[in-house]
């Protein structure tokens, strides 16, 4: 497990960290234009020099780095699992106790069993993110999909359809709203996780966090909160439902 969590964290930081910042800002910026309008874009530019500016930039791009490799092995296992569970009651019910418990549980308590597994460091940061930042996507998976008209699969069915025309014409297509929310949800959750991840270890904006924590450096802790702001705005500007 750290190995496949290792091979994506370096792939996204090579992409990330490693290639020139000018290149990324540009990227991101088009990306938002794109998805969200011009008036989002000059503020993710905005937001982009503010992290140059500041000496932020590497951070927020190891942030970022470790922020996709947990929503992409989140979203990887749990839209599938979704899919899975919206067709078997039984199932799903089983599932959705432990769902609860890993979105309840506070993170500083599940931390402890990770750290025994897999150590300190970048994938028991990974794995954190994914336990508590995963299961929006899987609720939301199922709720799409069993919000599927029965009157349109059945005439689906009748037309002769079969099960993976009915998934990949009918009822993704369908779900599609709720699925692109629970994938933002899944970001935004595991975003929110930055701090922690720097307690195990991880590198990223949470490092200036805790310590400003420890040194009660208020400038410190406002820059690099706001920066964490920044990124969360623009990412979900980037990846917004009404679209």
Known sequence: IT?????VLDALELVFVSTPWIVVAALITLLTWLTAGVRTAIYSG??????????FWE?????LALLGTAACLSILIGIPLGMFAARRPRFYSFIQPIMDFMQTMPAFVFMIPVIAFFGTGKPAAVVTTMI???TP???????????????VREAAISFGANK??????VDLPLAAPSIRAGINQT???????????????????GVPVVRALG??????????????VAVAIALDRMLKVER
Do not use: C, H, Q
Not at 46 to 55: I, N, R, T
Not at 59 to 63: D, G, I, L
């Open 3 to 7: 190995y496949a969590i290792r091979m």
């Open 215 to 228: 040194s009660v450096n208020i400038a410190l802790g406002f820059e690099s909160g706001f920066v964490i």
């Open 132 to 134: 508590f930042g995963g």
């Open 137 to 151: 996507v899987v609720r939301l998976t199922v709720l799409g999909l069993r919000g599927v008209p029965e009157s």
């Open 46 to 55: 905005a937001f982009l020099s503010y992290m140059g500016l500041l000496g």
């Open 59 to 63: 951070k927020a791009m190891t942030t």
């Open 164 to 169: 993976w025309y009915l998934l990949t014409k």
């Open 187 to 205: 970001i935004m959750l595991s975003l929110s996780m930055v701090v922690i991840a720097a307690l195990v270890g991880a590198d990223g904006l």
